[in-house]
């Protein structure tokens, strides 16, 4: 799938099909697709009838999509590729959401010999921050010595996690925002309802508006109780208990940042069609203490993943926001 906002950027990667370093590193902001345009990249680069794009119906292109190119591999945490097969039950034993080292050794087998087509061989990582430091250092191997016609192609929102000597072997391809105004058709082609709002909730990255879609009448409804000076955080905590908690917190982190960002700059970023309600709240709001928990919400969303119990693990961060809007300037 070629995103719209991507279609110059690809075009000028296909530029350099003639003369590829052997490792791409495609970064951006979550949301931004940075994923999409690897892969459409990769495919575009085994094509066998390549116009500026893949030609999506030549043999190449058919075993691409199907997911059995002889000379592609894609390197993802075991719970993405469940993900992508849906649900395997309930009594399924939990997946990795790591790249695992035994994946990346496995990798060798397939670099140990020729390619299956004659042309070029690609590996996309993705997202390449999953990885520790002990897999890193073993796909560093396969990047100081690259074996011939092979391109790496490691994508992740978060190139600074990875090992500074990875990077340094990597040519960087960043992949930015697109403009408003395409983002905004891009979601109403979706037929997104209020792609502005979800958009601006978004940072400006077309995809995560996307997902926010999917949850936003759970969202809408923990923003109007976040919004009323009469806040109950144990009410509030059975409506989160309906969401994912790394979501919860994001929708939090939120919300926080653009009560501080009006007391400090008189601006709201995330939340403009709930900017009375926001200002209300932050006229209440000490905003050291809005800071403080600001960064406790960053931490908290490093545990959101898997949380004992989820209940008072959104109690708890619910509790000192109640706290935060009951304390005004004192």
Known sequence: MILTWHEKQLAQLAEMRARLPHALLVSGRDGVGQFELA?????????????????????????????NHPDF????????DSEEEGDAGANSKKKSDQIRIEQVRDLQRFLSVGTHRGGLRVIVLHPADAMNVSTQNAVLKSLEEPPPDTLFLLVTSFPHSLLATIRSRCQSIAVP??????AVRWLEDQRIENPESLLALAGGAPLSALRLSESEPLRRRLTEQLGDPGFYPVSAAECCLKAEPGEVVAWLQRWVYDLLSLRLTGRVRYHP???????????????????????????????????????LFFEDLLIQYAELISGGDG
């Open 273 to 311: 069609a709930d900017e009375a309600d926001v200002r209300a709240i932050a006229a209440r709001c000490d905003p050291t203490r809005t800071a403080a928990l600001l960064r406790k919400l960053a931490k908290a969303r490093s545990l959101a993943s898997h949380p004992l119990n989820p209940r």
């Open 39 to 67: 892969m459409a990249f990769a495919q575009f680069l085994l094509c066998e009838q390549p116009d500026g794009r893949a030609c999506g119906h030549c043999s190449a292109c058919n075993w691409f999509e199907q997911g």
């Open 73 to 80: 591999r894609l390197l993802q945490p075991e719970s993405m």
């Open 177 to 182: 925002l697109p403009d408003q105004d395409q």
